[in-house]
């Protein structure tokens, strides 16, 4: 069984650049999860989809950041237009029941410069 | 005060001893508690959750959890140099689903 599935797993972009980043869940989770972890601090909750619908997206930092689920099964995130703070590693996540055990992809490591 | 507090270490222990991690948390109302393992560039993978008082014990792991004290740790028996890693222990919030993390406590094994 395919793991979490993250593209890409470096992007090196300019303030001012838009980048997308792609999340493929386990097949048949319904739960899609974003967090991230800035340099030197803990892995944040960014937003949760359960299907296409997003369930809780009280952790996306400000309307730079848009995640979008289409047919409820891969997931994008979005940064436009990306400042120097948005670098880090984002790290997407899955589950097949809400609440229940995370599965993690390997992240991507953003850097804006 | 951070939601979820660990030592970031490093915790430095020799093989075949016992690893001690801990973990204090803010919310009263959290249910669920996990500890995740990652290694060095990879994803954090869950190797224990615990959700009453007391102790679970899985393999060489035991979680023990304190929700008067607020409290969460992980033990690790017999330690092996495969179980040098970052540990995170994370905590349901209250009423929703997702995750606080804690820094991580990174380990190290030592033969």
């Known amino acids: 069984e395919a793991g979490v599935t993250q593209f890409p797993s470096h992007s090196v972009i300019e303030k001012g650049q838009t980048v997308t980043l792609r999340c493929d869940p386990i097949?048949?989770?319904?739960?899609l999860y974003w967090y991230r972890r800035v340099m030197g601090k803990e892995i944040k909750f960014l937003l949760h989809?359960?299907?296409?619908?997003?369930?809780?997206e009280s952790g996306m930092p400000n309307n730079r950041f848009l995640a979008e689920r289409t047919g409820g099964t891969y997931s994008t995130l979005k940064v436009q237009p990306a400042e120097l703070e948005d670098s880090g590693v984002y790290f997407c996540?899955?589950?097949?029941?809400?609440?229940?055990?995370?599965?993690f992809g390997s992240g991507t490591q953003l850097s804006v410069l | 005060q951070k939601e979820v507090e660990q030592n970031s270490g490093p915790l430095s222990v020799p093989e075949g001893a016992i690893a001690s991690l801990n973990c204090t948390y803010s919310?009263?109302?959290?249910?669920?508690f996990f500890w995740y393992r990652q290694y060095s560039g990879k994803s954090p993978e869950l190797i224990m959750s615990?959700?009453?008082?007391g102790d679970k014990e899985d393999g060489r792991f035991t979680a023990q959890l304190n929700k008067a004290s607020q409290y969460v740790s992980l033990l690790i028996r017999d330690s092996q140099p495969s179980d040098s890693a970052t540990y995170l222990c994370a905590v349901n919030a209250f009423n929703t689903d997702k995750l606080i993390f804690g820094t991580g406590t990174r380990l190290q094994v030592f033969p």
């Open positions: 919310d009263r109302g959290s249910q669920s």
């Open positions: 097949s048949g989770h319904d739960n």
């Open positions: 615990i959700y009453s008082n």
């Open positions: 996540a899955s589950s097949p029941i809400t609440g229940e055990k995370l599965f």
């Open positions: 989809f359960v299907k296409e619908s997003k369930q809780d």
